[in-house]
Each structure stands twice: as structure tokens, then as C-alpha cells.
């Protein structure tokens, strides 16, 4: 699911939101929440601007 989120996050082309990414794979918010939290952690993802994430490459 990790890698389901980082690609939805780079065909979205953008930084985005947990809930823009939700939607894009139709999952619970709380799962995404978590799997988040995960990569954040792993520093697999940066936040070039408040409440957005993009992968981290």
C-alpha cells in the first residue's frame, strides 16, 4: 500500500494531501493516515508546503 500512496502521489505531479490522495485510490482516511505517519518516519516523503507531501527523491 506504501508504494500504491508514493505513486498516486507522483502522477498527481504536485504535493498533496492525505485527503487528495484518499481520493485518488478510494481508501480510508485512516489507513492513508497511518501508512503517512510510515513513510514520514522513513523520510520518504517532504512537505514543501504546509498540509502537502511529495515523495521525497
Known amino acids: ?8 502521489m507522483r502522477q498527481a505531479g504536485k504535493p498533496v494531501s492525505a485527503g ?3 481520493k485518488i485510490l478510494n481508501a ?5 493516515d497511518k ?8 523520510g520518504a ?3 514543501p508546503v504546509r498540509c502537502k507531501w511529495e515523495p521525497a527523491e
Open 20 to 22: 487528495e490522495v484518499t
Open 35 to 42: 501508512i503517512f505517519a510510515e513513510l514520514k518516519k522513513e
Open 45 to 47: 516523503i517532504v512537505s
Open 1 to 8: 500500500m506504501k508504494e500504491q500512496v508514493l505513486n498516486a
Open 28 to 32: 480510508d482516511r485512516k489507513e492513508i
